[in-house]
C-alpha cells in the first residue's frame, strides 16, 4: 500500500541554519510528491510539489527533490528564518482521490 | 486555484451535544471533497471523502457523519458529540481531471468538547 514516513520532531534551528526534513514513501505506482505547511492555528497550505521523478520543486527558499531510487523527498532550505517555524506535512498522492499524509514534523526557529 | 470556506471557525460544545460543521468551495467544479481531523499535536486523519453529490466514503468508523447536498457543500454532522471528538476539523478539495491533483485545504474549525 501507499504510506509517508517523515522524520520526528520537533526540530528547533537557530536563524539562518540550513533545514532538512526527510520524507520517504511507499507507493505500488508513480505518485505525486507534496510538502504542505501548516502555521499555528491554520489549515494546511501547499508549499511545493513534484510530479515525476528526478523533479524538483520549490517555493520560499524551500527544495525538495523527487528521489526513484531512494523513495525520498526531502525538504530543505539553506537558511530558515523566524517566520518558517511551523509544522511541515510530506504527502503522496498516485489518483488525485486519496492523499497520503505523514504525521508532521514541527519546526521552531529562534532568533 | 480554490478557495475553500470552512464555519465555525471554533466552536465549544457539551458532549451529548449535535455537531454540524460547513464546508463550501469555490473556484472549481465537480471537487472531490474530504474530511480530516487533527488532534492537538497529531498528524491528519482522513474521515471522510466525496467523489460526488450523495456519494460519502467513510474511512474510519465514529459517531461522525458526512454529507454533501451540493456539488460544492460539505458537511460534517453528529447527533452526539463524545469527548473524543474535540480536534482540529480540515476540509480539504481536489480538483478532478487530467493534471489536477492537488489538494487544498480551508482554514479549519476548532472544536472543543467539554
Known amino acids: 500500500g501507499n504510506s509517508v514516513t517523515q522524520m520526528e520532531g520537533p526540530v528547533t534551528l537557530s536563524e539562518e541554519a540550513f533545514l532538512t526534513i526527510n520524507c520517504t514513501y511507499t507507493a505500488t505506482g508513480y505518485p505525486s510528491l507534496f510538502w504542505y505547511v501548516q502555521y499555528p492555528g491554520e489549515g494546511l497550505q501547499l508549499l511545493l510539489k513534484a510530479t515525476k521523478a528526478d523533479d524538483k520543486g520549490s517555493n520560499k527558499g524551500f527544495e525538495a527533490t523527487y528521489r526513484k531510487e531512494t523513495t525520498s523527498f526531502h525538504l530543505e532550505k539553506g537558511s530558515v528564518q523566524v517566520s518558517d517555524s511551523a509544522v511541515y506535512f510530506c504527502?503522496?498522492?498516485?489518483?488525485?482521490?486519496?492523499?497520503?499524509f505523514g504525521t508532521g514534523t514541527s519546526l521552531t526557529v529562534i532568533p | 486555484s480554490q478557495t475553500i470556506h470552512q464555519w465555525p471557525a471554533t466552536l465549544v460544545q457539551p458532549v451529548g451535544s449535535p455537531l454540524s460543521l460547513e464546508c463550501t468551495v469555490e473556484?472549481?467544479?465537480?471537487?472531490?471533497l474530504y474530511w480530516y481531523r487533527q488532534a492537538a499535536g497529531r498528524g491528519l486523519q482522513l474521515l471522510f471523502y466525496s467523489v460526488g453529490i450523495g456519494q460519502i466514503s467513510s474511512e474510519v468508523p465514529q459517531n461522525l457523519s458526512a454529507s454533501r447536498p451540493q456539488d460544492r457543500q460539505f458537511i460534517l454532522s453528529s447527533k452526539k458529540l463524545l469527548l473524543s471528538d474535540s480536534g482540529f476539523y480540515l476540509c480539504?478539495?481536489?480538483?478532478?481531471?487530467?493534471?489536477?491533483?492537488?489538494?487544498?485545504f480551508g482554514p479549519g474549525t476548532r472544536l472543543t468538547v467539554l
Open positions: 504527502a503522496l498522492s498516485e489518483t488525485g482521490n486519496q492523499f497520503y
Open positions: 473556484g472549481t467544479s465537480n471537487p472531490n
Open positions: 480539504a478539495s481536489t480538483s478532478t481531471g487530467l493534471y489536477t491533483d492537488t489538494q487544498y
